[in-house]
């Protein structure tokens, strides 16, 4: 009897430990949302005037002179992780303009690519993007939605001949308090699935893949603890551990046939 009394106990123990745990669980992914709920209520106004906030970069466009004769123009497209990346800081004396804008998903890149991308006349354009289609910031979107967004940069570019680098969606983790809300928000296998089909469009299509994700991601699968602070966004020891690949990629382009 009392070793059934003393199962019974640890039974109920475990009972209500499970309970707890899905109990944070839910709540934890109620806070998630709520934030993303907050953000785009907060980004409201800027989208009802200018969705892809073309006037972001209006005036530096306008006041960015044709490439000279043998200048290897380069424009980084993308989301928070490009905007804010310095790039003269990690590519000194390079001609690399960042084109990147926080919290912005493949849509709204796309809207934009003409003034940002074509216009600035550039040899390579380098795309990271995915990771806010995925999280949803401009509402809902399918894994495919965001595959023909980017289809649809690589046939404008093409068109320009300017050649393509699409860069993995990189990887994300839970390891802090400031994690978990992107964590939750954004599925470890839409990542997957989506990286999966850029590597194999831009096999296809003679583009250039650029893996980020799998010099980033650890033995979990999640990013490494040491290359953000907040499991998303890249800190110093991120950035410094991209800017090579990102320059490989780019020269890759730049020689393919």
Not at 82 to 93: A, I, K, M, N, S
Not at 145 to 155: K, R, T
């Amino acid at each position: 009897m009392r070793c059934l009394r003393a199962v019974s106990s640890q039974a109920a123990v475990l009972v209500l430990f499970c309970v707890c745990a899905s109990a944070q669980q839910s709540n934890a992914l109620a806070k998630a949302r709520q934030q993303l709920e907050d953000y785009r209520k907060s980004k409201m106004s800027t989208w009802m005037n200018d969705f892809a906030e073309l006037g972001r970069y209006h005036d530096a466009n306008a006041v960015l002179t044709a490439p000279a004769t043998g200048e290897n123009r380069i424009v980084f497209m993308g989301d928070s992780i490009t905007d804010g990346w310095p790039l003269p800081e990690y590519f000194p004396g390079k001609p690399y303009v960042n084109r990147g804008i926080s919290g912005q998903t493949t849509p709204q890149m796309l809207i934009r690519f003409r003034p940002d991308v074509i216009d600035l006349k550039p040899k390579v354009v380098v795309v990271l993007a995915g990771t806010n289609d995925i999280a949803g910031n401009t509402g809902p979107m399918t894994v495919e939605q965001v595959e023909a967004n980017y289809a649809s940069m690589a046939e404008l570019a093409k068109a320009n001949n300017i050649r393509v680098v699409f860069s993995s969606v990189i990887p994300i983790n839970n390891y802090t308090p400031r994690a978990e809300p992107f964590f939750l928000t954004r599925s470890p296998e839409q990542i997957l699935a989506l990286n999966a089909w850029l590597k194999a469009y831009c096999a296809a299509n003679g583009h250039v893949y650029l893996d980020y994700f799998g010099a980033m991601v650890d033995e979990k699968g999640m990013l490494k603890r040491d290359l953000a602070e907040d499991g998303l966004h890249p800190n110093k020891a991120g950035y410094i551990l991209m800017a090579p690949l990102a320059d490989a990629a780019i020269q890759q382009a730049m020689t393919a046939k």
